[in-house]
């Protein structure tokens, strides 16, 4: 009715104390194949992996990993935070593993650092760029800017193609290497902000 819960009220509820909560965060493992969307007529979107968990909540994922990705997606009912997230003036960082299929060089890692221009002359902002197998093709991006495609996009001004992208973490937070592909947890108050602050 016209109860009005303030975010440190208590309510009880068979005998058990609930804290209300005004939002939720989650952190998702998604598997491939799985959109980031909230409702899609053909495919198994992030929000179907949460079932019916919370009824009530219009959750939503912040940001976008394509269908063949993999990895850290942030799910909220929280607009205000995820436009903090998602604003090109917070530079919250989102960081990936990704396969490609031609070595790193010099010349990658310098492009990206300086900042690559798209095929279709969009100027990005600096990433960082790092091998992490001596064959030079499973590497570490770092990025301060969410375009569409954007990975697969600036390694394809070098000709190299991505065999696979991996989100391990967005700012501070890394993906809990507990959660299997497809399985989730609300995150603490401390990880919430560790998002913003870890950037």
Known sequence: GDTQLKESDTVAVDGRALSYQQFVYIMLNKPEGVVSASTDKRDTTVVDLIGDAYPRRELFPVGRLDKTSTGFVLLTDDGGFAHEILAPK?????????????????????????GVTLADGTALSPAEVEALTPDGLTV??????????????????????????????????????ALAPGQWRELSAEEVTAITTGA
């Open 90 to 114: 917070r530079h919250v960082s989102k960081t990936y593993t990704v396969v490609i299929d031609t070595p790193l060089t010099e010349e990658m890692r310098r492009g990206f650092a300086e």
């Open 140 to 177: 570490k991006v770092r990025l301060r800017q969410g375009v569409y495609h954007q990975i697969k996009r600036m390694f394809g001004v070098y000709g190299a193609g991505v065999n696979a992208l991996h989100r391990d973490a967005i700012g501070g937070l890394a993906l809990d290497p």
